[in-house]
T-cell receptor, first 112, second 109 residues
Framework: DAGVTQSPTHLIKTRGQQVTLRCSPK?????VSWYQQALGQGPQFIFQ???????QRGNFPDRFSGHQFPNYSSELNVNALLLGDSALYLC???????????FGSGTRLTVV | QKEVEQNSGPLSVPEGAIASLNCTYS??????FFWYRQYSGKSPELIMF????GDKEDGRFTAQLNKASQYVSLLIRDSQPSDSATYLC?????????FGAGTTVTVRA
């Protein structure tokens, strides 16, 4: 049973560029959330998708946007990258019951 | 703004000892709490969740919830070197997890 898969695993971008990160949820899960984790910090909630709609959003600027597809997979897009966007981006999925989320292995984004 | 605070680390314990981790939260209405373990460079892994006052045990791990005092704790009994990791406390509100900054535990052999 595949867990949550994210791609790519590592990425280096230049300031001002745009990036797209991808996530496939665990089989049977329909809700996908994205988190940003800076070094030494806990994950910070970016937004959550359910039934292809953004259901909740954390305190992140509009440069962060997302999408959920009919197969429940999701993308996170970040425009106009800043040095401060360098972090581990985690995708997490959950399903019925919603007791806890299963996290993917993350995408390490470095902005130079 | 909901806040989750964890006792500052790092925490160093000898092998076989009990590691005690604490977490407080600001929203008295919070219902569900989670402990995740995160090895260096890896993603968080769910250890336990708790939503009722009292203790919940799973193997060497015991989670404790006290809603009146607004704290959650995690005890790791018979600590092993493989328990060396950062432990994240989180509360769930409306399907969103809010995490503390984590406590790094090192188990000395």
């Amino acid at each position: 049973d595949a867990g949550v898969t994210q791609s790519p695993t590592h990425l280096i971008k230049t300031r001002g560029q745009q990036v797209t990160l991808r996530c496939s949820p665990k089989s049977g899960h329909d809700t996908v959330s994205w988190y940003q984790q800076a070094l030494g910090q806990g994950p910070q909630f970016i937004f959550q998708y359910y039934e292809e709609e953004e259901r909740q959003r954390g305190n992140f600027p509009d440069r962060f946007s997302g999408h959920q597809f009919p197969n429940y997979s999701s993308e996170l897009n970040v425009n106009a990258l800043l040095l401060g966007d360098s972090a581990l981006y985690l995708c997490a999925s959950t399903g019925q019951g919603r007791y806890g989320y299963t996290f993917g292995s993350g995408t390490r984004l470095t902005v130079v | 703004q909901k806040e989750v605070e964890q006792n500052s680390g790092p925490l160093s314990v000898p092998e076989g000892a009990i590691a005690s981790l604490n977490c407080t939260y600001s929203d008295r209405g919070s219902q569900s709490f989670f402990w995740y373990r995160q090895y260096s460079g890896k993603s968080p892994e769910l250890i336990m969740f708790i939503y009722s006052n009292g203790d919940k045990e799973d193997g060497r791990f015991t989670a404790q919830l006290n809603k009146a005092s607004q704290y959650v704790s995690l005890l790791i009994r018979d600590s092993q070197p493989s328990d060396s990791a950062t432990y994240l406390c989180a509360e769930m509100d409306d399907y969103k997890l809010s995490f503390g900054a984590g406590t790094t535990v090192t188990v000395r052999a």
